[in-house]
């Protein structure tokens, strides 16, 4: 299981990476995950999905400072 630090690093690098797209993003690939059978897959980025969310929610201006 990665560390909450390390899901909060893929986050951040999904929303700087790929803009509003990281959480649909994060979304197709955890489904895609859970399709296969991978439920630690699937959480991983579910979880990932989820920190996403709170880094919008937030907006990157604030986490730039």
């Known amino acids: 299981m990665q560390s909450e630090r ?6 951040l690098h999904l929303v700087k990476c790929r803009g509003l797209a990281a959480e649909a993003h994060a979304t197709q690939r955890a489904i895609e995950l859970l399709e296969d059978g991978d439920l630690t897959g699937y959480r991983r980025w579910s ?7 709170r880094l919008n929610s937030r907006g990157l201006d ?3 400072h």
Not at 6 to 11: K, Q, S
Not at 47 to 53: L, Q, V
């Open 62 to 64: 604030e986490l730039s």
């Open 47 to 53: 979880s990932i999905t989820d920190h996403i969310r």
């Open 6 to 11: 390390e899901i909060w690093a893929c986050a």
